[in-house]
């Protein structure tokens, strides 16, 4: 029963989150957050679970999303023809289907050479899509109506409500579907792959085949996140099977935690917020995301749920509490030297212009403004860094159960 | 007809000729040694016969099928384990799911996209049995690369006698284990090799001569003997070749 819990809780979010977010905004937000789940899993299927870095995972996201723009600009022209809730069913088979094709080859090998052919795919996709204007759209897109597709129980999916629980049902069975994967003989055979393919090779498997059918299962999720994106936007650019698309899904993997299942959720929703929200305050937002996932590979190799997984320990000991303070004490200096580091950089690229900075008007283009942000952040780092040794103390008792 | 046979097989890398025309036969239910000084080319040996490298002359039949370019996933599926002298574990799984992956294509699981692992009651019975086997039901949770050096040559060992397949290479399989864990693992490979052929590589001569029926001597890169123990003892070219050595007097007196 106790493995059931993180599925109820899974489901409840899905479920509450509209009522406490019911805005326009709100609801696109939770739309996009589940569509980015759903495809960042079927990102770390392949570079967590199978050991294979892929660039260029938009494109089967991307292929899929056009299958379903062009599914509804189909019903737009033919009538109804089949309900709109299977149209991120189309587009997985086309991401699946496309995944095949290329995995055939790609799969081959892993490390740098399948990395430089999903890099040299997804520049060759976006490229094509400026070409063949038919099936792309050109600079425009393709757009679809949702709405057109015969009623689904009194749902026509004219309303962001609506999409969003079909989104919901579909980042739900997703998300169990790539679950109960990792538990299947595939599954675990792409861990060993991943880890040793050579060894695998001598227990009699081909360790191509291995890599091709989780590619091909990861291409399929990516295809219905795809079409599901579609369906919330109405519109599908190039974009969405551009480079910064699989990079971003790339970094809300990695920032997340390639090493647990749940880490690419996590990511993903962090993301989704920071790139909606974020970017509404700052235009730097890029900038420091960018600046996180360094420090994330720098210092977090396993991510946010590696972070949080580093705790179970002193909290089966019942220590956790023990790291409170060293904590506090810690984070004080170091958000105030961050803070700093913040303001430093909003007023630099807004040069001349005043800065609001957590509800403070900093004028720019003075000299003595920013001494004394550089004076903050210089003495906010050397506090930080004299708390290190404590909290550094702190975490060897709580991990090996000495009470201090 | 012999289970495998080699036919004037000869490797070479680059410039330097590693085996010369090497013809060798192991017959069915046979355990068969091959022993011979550090660098004579035992585990190149190996090599060809598992399908990690293919010869540059000669041909080599497993069951009466020419092999000798064949990848090493079909050998595998024809019935060949072999062991690797250094560990090649996968090192992100823990010692059980180790053993689970090689137990998996053996017992019809193969790459199955319905079947639940949590469900496959038989399979987990079989993997804890191994693990005990190999003393390691202790560590069942411990990643393969944070086990001791004597640990992972243990679940080397598992990974391939798990095949149950018909002919299996082991290559130095008690090279750097304890004497106790040595002892163990001959009790293991004696029993689990019942009924099926058995091909050695290794210089402990104890183990050799607990396990081995037959043995063949590699010198240079050349088989320079063949026999009963008996006649491995007594061969003079044997002797000579080791001379300088303790091993056969180790073994003589084992
Ligand atoms: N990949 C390789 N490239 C070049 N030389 C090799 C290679 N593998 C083994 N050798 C050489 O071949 C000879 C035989 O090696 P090996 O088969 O490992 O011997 P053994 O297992 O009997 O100790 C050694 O001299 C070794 O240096
Ligand atoms: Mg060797």
Request: aromatic share 8%.
């Amino acid at each position: 029963m106790r493995h059931l819990l993180p599925w109820g809780i899974f489901a409840l979010s899905l479920l509450l989150l509209p009522w406490l977010f019911p805005s326009v905004l709100g609801i696109s937000i939770l739309n996009e957050m589940a569509i980015a789940i759903v495809f960042a899993l079927s990102y770390n299927m392949l570079l967590g679970q199978g050991g294979m870095l892929s660039f260029g995972h938009a494109v089967y996201f991307g292929l899929g999303g056009f299958l379903a723009a062009h599914a509804m600009l189909g019903m737009e022209q033919d009538g109804p023809v089949f309900s709109v809730t299977l149209i991120p069913l189309v587009a997985g088979i086309g991401g699946l289907l496309a995944a095949l094709l290329i995995g055939s080859f790609s799969t081959r090998r892993a490390g740098t050479s399948f990395a430089m052919i999903s890099l040299g795919l997804g520049e060759l996709l976006a490229a094509l899509s400026l070409i063949l204007v038919g099936f792309f759209g050109g600079e425009a897109g393709i757009s679809g109506d949702r709405s057109l597709g015969p009623d689904f129980f009194g749902f026509d999916f004219a309303q962001d409500r609506q999409v969003y629980a079909l989104a919901a049902v579909w980042t739900f069975a997703s998300t169990l579907l790539m679950y109960l994967f990792t538990l299947t003989p595939a599954g675990r055979m792409a861990n060993a792959v991943r880890d040793n393919p050579e060894r695998a090779a001598f227990l009699g498997y081909r360790v191509q085949r291995v890599r091709l059918l989780s590619f091909v299962v990861s291409g399929f999720f990516a295809g219905a996140a795809g079409g599901l994106f579609a369906l919330h936007n109405e519109i599908l650019s190039a974009q969405s099977l551009s480079t910064a698309n699989s990079g971003n899904v790339l970094l809300m993997a990695y920032i997340g935690g390639i090493g647990f299942f749940i880490g690419p959720i996590i990511g993903a929703v962090l993301l989704t917020l920071i790139n909606s929200v974020l970017s509404h305050y700052t235009d730097l937002w890029l900038l420091y995301l960018g600046i996180s996932f360094v420090l994330t590979v720098m210092f977090l190799p396993q991510g946010l749920t590696g972070l949080l997984m580093m705790h179970v320990a002193p909290w089966r000991r019942g220590l956790l509490h023990t790291l409170l303070r060293p904590y506090l004490r810690t984070a004080v200096p170091a958000l105030l030297c961050v803070s700093g580091l913040l303001a430093l950089l909003e007023t630099l690229h807004h040069q001349g212009e005043a800065v609001i900075f957590l509800g403070i008007s900093l004028p720019g283009g003075q000299a003595s403004n920013w001494l004394a942000i550089v004076l903050i952040i210089t003495l906010a780092a050397l506090d930080w860094h004299r708390s290190l040794p404590a909290l550094r103390a702190a975490w060897q008792r709580a991990t090996r159960g000495e009470t201090p | 007809m012999s289970l495998l046979q080699l036919q004037c097989v000869s490797k070479h890398f680059g410039r330097t000729r590693v085996l010369e025309d090497i013809s060798l036969t192991v017959e069915a239910g046979e355990r068969h040694a091959i022993i011979g000084p550090n660098g004579a080319g035992k585990s190149t040996l190996f090599d060809l016969i598992s399908g990690r490298l293919s010869p540059d002359s000669g041909s080599i039949h497993f069951r009466g099928q020419a092999i000798q370019a064949r990848p090493p996933h079909e050998l595998a599926q024809l019935g060949l384990a072999r062991s690797f002298q250094l560990s090649s574990l996968f090192p992100r799984l823990s010692a059980f799911e180790n053993l689970r992956c090689a137990l998996l294509r053996p017992m019809g699981f193969g790459l199955s996209l319905t079947r639940l692992l949590p469900r496959a009651h038989a399979l987990t019975a079989r993997t804890e049995a191994l693990l005990e086997e190999i003393g390691l039901a202790e560590r069942r949770n411990t990643l393969a690369a944070e086990l001791s050096y004597a640990e992972q040559r243990a679940l080397e060992l598992g990974l391939t006698l798990a095949s149950g397949a018909e002919l299996i290479l082991l290559d130095e399989p008690v090279a750097g284990m304890s004497r106790s864990e040595a002892a163990q693992a001959i009790q293991l490979i004696r029993r689990v090799t019942q009924g099926r052929t058995l091909l050695l590589v290794e210089h402990d001569m104890g183990a050799v001569f607990e396990l081995a029926e037959r043995i063949s001597v590699l010198a240079d890169g050349r088989l320079i003997a063949s026999g009963s123990p008996a006649q491995i003892r007594t061969n003079p070219l044997v002797q000579q070749a080791y001379l300088g050595s303790a091993i056969m007097q180790e073994g003589v007196d084992a």
